[in-house]
């Protein structure tokens, strides 16, 4: 007989971000602890009380102790953590360049990696779009979560005849967002992380628009009467972006969506696989063999049909893919299930149970 078992390895950490601080961390620890690991947890250090509130409720329900852990810190703490010989492996949600870096220490390590990193994310709009139906997940898509997520779509790619009319839409519902504190009714969007925050996505704004880009909608100037001091950055739009920007080809990580006409799905296509990120893509299209075309040919590592956030659902792996991932085993799903286990061959064999000569086989 021969089988397949999978076993722990022992220790694995996950160094998490900001901007999803509970979600994200479930991303890895409840999969490893199933595995039979223990785990250790580093949260940002922009909203640690998150997790800490979550650790508390772990005790009370009597989680066993040392299994998960809880470690609040910088660099430091990071380094201590990909250079620890008794963590078998990283994983990592945040910037490219420090997915970049995680990936390349804990890797001299000898640790498995799987480092998640930025993203620029489009949405091609056919002409045989059915914006009634789809523009609210559209909208959602761009200025949800104020733009501060890895699956946010900064790009809209409306093709031919398209554009007018994705423009107006798009324009016309981002007026009508109302910007202010999250937890009031009736707000639609509110503060980035930051003043720092806030200051570079102005001035990616403003970059933009000195390169070339035409303000349709201007978001530096919002005002919130209510709430003088908060880090908000309006909802904005940005036509007649061209890939050679800065607003097109960096991750703003706020409230700024660009539009690029293109002329066709082909030239869509070319324009999202010469990015150099590769995270998610969407297409909006009444068209079956459009929608058929973009799956197969589009070089990343979520797609959505008619869908604006191409967001995996807990049982599949979020897969991003070039400089958006660095690893080979993604989170969540089947991947992460192969990424907290090593893999043991049994080979076997059992006498009839008299004693006698096994005959018949090769080994």
């Known amino acids: 007989d021969e089988e397949v078992i999978f076993q722990p390895l022992g220790v694995f950490a996950a160094i998490t971000p900001f901007n999803f601080p509970f979600m994200i961390a ?24 998150i997790q800490q509130r979550v650790f508390e409720l772990l005790e009370e329900v009597g989680f066993p102790p040392g299994v998960i852990n809880l470690v609040n ?11 620890h010989p008794q963590v078998q492996g990283i994983s990592f949600v945040g910037s490219t360049q420090t997915a970049a870096y995680v990936y390349a220490r804990g890797s001299a390590s000898g640790k498995r ?5 930025g993203a620029k994310n489009a949405i091609v709009v056919m002409p045989d779009a059915n914006m009634d139906a789809y523009l609210a997940t559209m909208m959602n898509s761009f200025y949800g979560a104020a733009g501060q997520r890895c699956l946010a779509n900064s790009l809209v790619l409306p093709g031919g ?3 007018d009319s994705a423009r107006e839409r798009v324009a016309g519902a981002a007026r009508e967002l109302r910007v202010g504190d999250g937890m009031e009714s009736g707000v639609s969007l509110g503060p980035v992380v930051s003043a720092a ?15 070339g880009a035409e303000a349709v909608v201007d978001g530096r100037r919002v005002a919130v009467a209510d709430r003088p001091k908060g ?13 050679e920007m800065r607003v097109y080809r960096e991750e703003i990580f706020g409230p700024v969506v660009g539009m690029t006409p293109v002329g066709n799905l082909d030239e869509a296509i070319a324009l999202i696989n010469g990015a150099e990120y590769g995270n998610a893509a969407s297409i909006f299209t009444e068209s079956g063999s459009a929608a058929r075309k973009f799956r197969n040919e589009v070089q990343t590592g979520n797609v959505g049909i008619n869908v604006g956030v191409a967001a995996p659902m807990a049982y ?7 400089r ?6 993604h989170p969540q799903g089947r991947d992460v299930v192969r990424f907290y286990t090593k893999s043991k061959v049994v080979v076997s064999r059992w006498t009839a149970g008299d004693g006698a000569p096994v005959t018949g086989v090769g080994r």
Not at 73 to 83: H, Q, S
Request: include cysteine.
């Open 73 to 83: 810190g910088g660099k430091d703490a990071v380094n201590a953590l990909l250079d």
């Open 161 to 163: 005849a398209a554009h």
């Open 231 to 243: 880090y908000f950055v309006g909802p904005t739009l940005l036509d007649h972006v061209r890939p």
């Open 316 to 322: 599949f792996p979020f897969s991003g893919a070039k």
């Open 324 to 329: 958006s991932f660095f690893g080979i085993l």
């Open 197 to 211: 925050a806030r200051d570079r996505v102005v001035a990616a704004i403003s970059a933009g628009i000195d390169e």
């Open 26 to 49: 479930c991303w890895f620890w409840p999969y490893a602890v199933a595995c039979g690991n223990t785990f250790i947890l580093k949260p940002s250090e922009q909203d640690p009380m």
């Open 113 to 117: 990696v799987q480092a998640s990193g």
